[in-house]
Structures are given as structure tokens and as C-alpha cells.
């Protein structure tokens, strides 16, 4: 017997090798898809009557740090510098590992409700954001942020925390939880702590999540300490592989392109904060035709405001649109491939496709809306006119997280609550 049969549904499968199928099923057992078809013979303790729905692979992201949830709409519509270093800092500084954890089950609250199975973090007091992670019944892949910033000191004792974690977390909850090393970026970190970082991480078989010339200044400062840009400073000292989770990727030049295509680099493409903080445009299709594997982020909610990657995916392929001055760039398909298959390929894991043998990490997506109405493409509908609020269950790892629009695997009023009030009492503690 199964555990889970979804029935009656559209399935995407997002698999080159098999098609759609208009109206199927999905039979899970053990935590794994067991079979696809139209039909099947076999019986469920679970049955999902997905009428009207699409059924398709749950939706990864690839960047974010989620206890930022507490920072939402706190501090917007600023220059860089002084959103950083005059607002978000400072409420950073104030911090507890109790607003980590509480910020970072309101991630995951709003990343069941809105369709993501899995994401990459980054951010500090991580055993807190692993903590809600098992307890909310997603998928991870987590690190602890190392910001050395040329103190030896500080460097040695981040990578002394960052390791502990690794290895403390590899394969928890499950073995929905993956550890990572989280260098923050080649502008707050010295080539010496990189190349340390990169040796550590092989040493302990873990991937590597950093961020990647996001701003223009980032570039300026780089040609000025090293006479050359970021990706050529880890080109050079065998920082890049297919194990590294780069976030942006904003301020590549061609050759930059070539070398992350070249070294198998999985770039993570946040849009959406790009856009907010003003950073700029990452080349995407250049770096799609270059074979690099885009994949799709929201960052935190300081710069986006929120974790729904449904608005992530109309706004990449609207924004590569206008830039391009060509309508055809990006289409539904390719854009729904970066939010899955891309996606799990960056974070390693067997998802991101409706297969059997792959991980049960899937999602419903409720068709029977106004806004969705009439449906002659389903691709298209889910990038240009469905929402995070249409998805209304989803499944990870074979467990029902979210059935018909009810959270079961968290108390959704209570969460919310505590969140709320950790944020208030946060920015009171900084005003004082
Ligand atoms: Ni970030």
C-alpha cells in the first residue's frame, strides 16, 4: 500500500523525458514518487482528489536568509549604503537566537504556503533556522554566514563556528537538511580566508554558498585591492566547482560568464531584489547559452519583501524581456525549469522533477480561480498568472505539510503571533 496518490490532476512533470499529462496521477511511498501514469491500481492511506489542479515538482529556493522575515517592509526605498549600514545592521547587531528561530519558522510558514519545498540559507545562529527547518518539515541546505573582513581573529572564529555547524547538521531532520560553508563575499572576505574555506569545505565533502558580485561596487573595490574582478580572484585560486551556490551574479563580463559556465558554478538569480536595491540586471540569458545553471532566489525579505517565488518567476522573465528588447527571452517553460530542476541541481538534491525514484517534493497549484481562468496553457498560467496563494498543498519528502490550503505541519495563528511580536520587541530594543 502507498502512502499518498494524488489523483485527477494536470502533472507537469518538468521531466524532458516524459511529457504532461492532462489528467493523472502520483503515487507516493517511503518519502518517493513510485509511479506516474493515468491510472493506477494501487490504494493510498492518503488520497488528494487534485481536480482542476496542476500537480508539479515543489519550487527550490536558491537564496535567502530567512529569519530576515522579521525585518519585512522595516527599512525600503533607500540607497544601498544606508539601508545597510544605517538599517539593517543595526537591528542584525540586536539580534537573539530566539528571533532567529522565530523569524525563520515564519519563513517556512510562508514558504509551504507559497509552494517552495526546499531553499539555500545563509545568516547566523543557524542551529535556530535548522531548528524550525526540522520542525516545519521542508527541505534545506543551510549555512552559517562567515564574514571575515580581513580580521584574522574573526575569520578563524567564523570558520570554527561555520565548520561546527557543517558537520553538526549534515543530513539532519531526515536528511532534508544539507550543511554548506557560507563565505559571505569575495569583498568582506580576504583570497587567504577564501582558499581556506574552499579547503575546509573539501575536506569536509560540503558544497559552498557565497554571494557574487552583486553591486557595482563590489567589482570597483575588487580591480582596486586585486586588479581584477571576483570571479577571476576565485578562478585563480581554484575557489569555483559544480558544489558552489553563487548568489547574483549580477556584474559579469563575458569572460566571467565563460569561466563560472566552464567550472559548473550554480548561480542563484534574485530579480526581484536586483531590482528593489537598484543593483542591476545579471545577464541570464547569456549565462543560460553559456550552459551556466540558473537557478532562481528571493534573498531575504529586507529586500523583496517576501519568499513567493511565483512573483520571482514573472518577474524574471518580464524583466529579461524589457532589457533585452526581446519578448521571447526567457518563456514560461524555461523560467518554471530555473524555480525547479535548476534549482534542485544547485542544491544537490533529488528533486525539481515529477520522477520515479525522485524525492516526493511536490505542490498543488488550484486552477479554479478567476485569475486562472480560462486555461490554454498551463506553463504560461503558472509564471504569468497564478500566485503563491493559489498553491493549496504541498508535499515534501512524502509528508503532507499543507492539504487543502490547511498548514498541518505548524501552528499558522501562533507563528505568526510570535513573529510578529519578536519584530516589535526587536525594534524597540534598537530604539532604546
Ligand atoms: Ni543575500
Known amino acids: 500500500m502507498a502512502d499518498i496518490i494524488v489523483k485527477n490532476a494536470y502533472v507537469l512533470t518538468m521531466d524532458p523525458d516524459a511529457g504532461d499529462l492532462k489528467n493523472g496521477t502520483v503515487v507516493i511511498e517511503d518519502g518517493k514518487i513510485t509511479e506516474i501514469g493515468e491510472k493506477t491500481s494501487e490504494s493510498a492511506d492518503t488520497v488528494i482528489d487534485a481536480k482542476h489542479s496542476v500537480v508539479m515538482p515543489g519550487l527550490v529556493n536558491t537564496h535567502t536568509h530567512a529569519a530576515m522575515t522579521l525585518f519585512r517592509g522595516y527599512a525600503d526605498d533607500l540607497q544601498l549604503a544606508d539601508w545597510l549600514e544605517g538599517h539593517i545592521w543595526p537591528v542584525e547587531a540586536k539580534l537573539t537566537a530566539e528571533d532567529v528561530y522565530k523569524g525563520s519558522l515564519l519563513a517556512c510558514l510562508e514558504m509551504i504556503k507559497s509552494g517552495t519545498t526546499s531553499f539555500a540559507d545563509m545568516y547566523f545562529y543557524m542551529d535556530e533556522t535548522a531548528k524550525a527547518v526540522e520542525a516545519s518539515g521542508l527541505r534545506a541546505s543551510l549555512c552559517h554566514g562567515l564574514i571575515e573582513l ?190 525547479t530542476v535548476n534549482g534542485a541541481k544547485a542544491l544537490g538534491t533529488e528533486t525539481g522533477m515529477l520522477k520515479v525514484g525522485m524525492k516526493a517534493d511536490l505542490i498543488v497549484v488550484d486552477m479554479k480561480k478567476p485569475h486562472l481562468t480560462p486555461c490554454f496553457d498551463v506553463p504560461s498560467h503558472l509564471v504569468y498568472s497564478a500566485r503563491g496563494s493559489d498553491v493549496r498543498t504541498t508535499i515534501v519528502n512524502g509528508k503532507v505539510l499543507m492539504d487543502d490550503y490547511k498548514v498541518l505541519a505548524l501552528d499558522e495563528q501562533k507563528v505568526m503571533e510570535e513573529a510578529q511580536k519578536a519584530a516589535e520587541e526587536l525594534v524597540a530594543r534598537v530604539n532604546a
Not at 156 to 165: H, N, T, V
Not at 238 to 264: N, T, Y
Open 150 to 339: 580581513w580580521n584574522e581573529e574573526k575569520g578563524e572564529a567564523d570558520l570554527k563556528e561555520g565548520k561546527r555547524f557543517v558537520r553538526a547538521w549534515q543530513g539532519a531532520a531526515d536528511g532534508r537538511i544539507k550543511t554548506m560553508y557560507g563565505p559571505h563575499a569575495p569583498n568582506t572576505c580576504s583570497e587567504e580566508f577564501l582558499a581556506k574555506v574552499r579547503e575546509e569545505a573539501n575536506k569536509d565533502g560540503a558544497g559552498i554558498h557565497i554571494h557574487l558580485l552583486e553591486t557595482e561596487a563590489e567589482l570597483l573595490a575588487m580591480k582596486e585591492r586585486y586588479g581584477k574582478c571576483s570571479v577571476h580572484l576565485l578562478e585563480d585560486i581554484g575557489f569555483l566547482g559544480p558544489d558552489v551556490l553563487a548568489a547574483h551574479c549580477v556584474w559579469l563580463s563575458e569572460g566571467d560568464i565563460e569561466i563560472l559556465g566552464k567550472r559548473g558554478v550554480n548561480v542563484s538569480h534574485n530579480v526581484i531584489s536586483n531590482m528593489k536595491l537598484a543593483s542591476g540586471i545579471a545577464p541570464v540569458q547569456k549565462m543560460l547559452e553559456k550552459g551556466v545553471n540558473v537557478s532562481l532566489g528571493t534573498d531575504g525579505c529586507a529586500s523583496n519583501n517576501n519568499l513567493d517565488l511565483f512573483e520571482e518567476m514573472k518577474t524574471a522573465a518580464l524583466l529579461h524581456k524589457v532589457n533585452t528588447f526581446n519578448p521571447t527571452a526567457l518563456p514560461a517553460q524555461q523560467v518554471l525549469q530555473m524555480s
